[in-house]
């Protein structure tokens, strides 16, 4: 059974960055279709970044060009680096895993993919102004 554990969510000020790390067990990160969520106070899920087996990578509007998402096949971790923090990214924070069909999710199906299998727990991002 796979297992995923998001860490390095906290408070910032506007301006500032953070680098969360989502650790998985179970599951190979290499392969896979992977990405990162948020979801803010009485809004809806958003996909922030997601990550193929191929390496490609995509990212939604309002973070482009501020964040950054990235693996490390030998610690089997995903990270997101957030620059330039903004109150409006201020949200709960999440790794997810697609472990169906690598060949398929791949570029804009994995981006555009929501249901995956595997998630994690959540990280709390506040940006403050």
């Known amino acids: 059974q796979a297992r995923l554990v998001e860490s390095g969510g906290g408070s910032v000020q506007s301006g500032g960055s953070l680098i969360l790390s989502c650790e998985a067990s179970?599951?190979?990160?290499?392969?896979?279709?992977v990405g990162w969520f948020r979801q803010g106070p009485g809004k809806q899920r958003q996909g922030v970044a997601s990550i193929d087996g191929n390496g490609r990578r995509l990212y939604g509007d309002p973070v482009k060009g501020r964040f950054t998402i990235s693996q490390d096949n030998a610690k089997n971790t995903l990270y997101l680096q957030m620059n330039s923090l903004k109150p409006e990214d201020t949200a709960m924070y999440y790794c997810?895993?697609?472990?169906?069909?690598?060949?398929?999710?791949?570029?804009?199906?994995?981006?555009?993919?929501?249901?995956?299998?595997?998630w994690g727990q959540g990280t709390q991002v506040t940006v403050s102004s």
């Open positions: 179970g599951f190979d990160y290499s392969r896979y279709c």
């Open positions: 997810a895993a697609e472990p169906r069909d690598p060949l398929y999710y791949t570029g804009p199906n994995c981006w555009r993919l929501r249901e995956y299998g595997y």
